[in-house]
């Protein structure tokens, strides 16, 4: 990846996790330090169920990066990527009132990892094709999916209803940042209409974490635990 201020060619990352999120130990300045020698012009820092990662990322950025902040929110039905935020959405709604809720801010709506069997954090299927209608875009490169077939699935579905499909890099390391990213001519996804217009004309960058750097997480989740730092776990609606 070859990226600098003057190229008018964009490099975004829409899924990355700081120390913030439960089960991530990279300060939210490294990330973006990560970010920038990397060549991302756009990084979106999707803490789980809180933003103040990104905002203090969004200080740290230096001139050519452009941090977005988002919410890898937690509703009821699973995780959303909520995009351009600028306050954070509560956990345990209804998938279809997040999503309201996060259109009220001018935000944008991604679905991650839909078919990774792994995380117990989906949506469930047919919630999912409810809200085709609702979301922006569908991960079908997460780097950090194990195999082949949750990324098929996920590339299948986003063509069959007509969504763009995005690679991120789900970094939850500063070695992970930037691992899979997507790339745009002549576009600027500073604003949730400047990421509208790169998602009508962009090519994808796959990469895969390592096995290695996926074990970290364990042991993240095991430090931010006796820190305090549990994930939230929102009592289901009634």
Known sequence: MVGSAASRRAFFDLHCHTSASFDSLARPRDQVRAAAARGLTHLAITDHDRIDGALEARDHAPDGLTIIVGEEVKTADGDLICLFLERPLAPGRPADETIAAAR????????????????SSLLREARLASLVG????????NARVVGRSGNEQAAVFALEHDLPGVAVSDAHS??????????????????????????????LVPGRASYFVRGLTPIAK?????????????????
């Open 104 to 119: 009220e801010q001018g935000g944008l709506v991604g679905v991650p990892h839909p078919f990774d069997r792994h995380r």
């Open 174 to 203: 500063t070695l992970e940042v930037g691992v899979a990213y997507n790339s745009a001519l002549d576009a600027d996804p500073s604003t949730p209409q400047g990421l509208l217009a790169a998602l009508a004309r962009f090519e």
């Open 134 to 141: 609702l979301v922006d875009w569908v991960e079908t490169w």
């Open 222 to 238: 095991g430090v931010n635990r006796a820190r305090g730092n549990g994930r939230i776990q929102p009592a289901l609606p009634l």
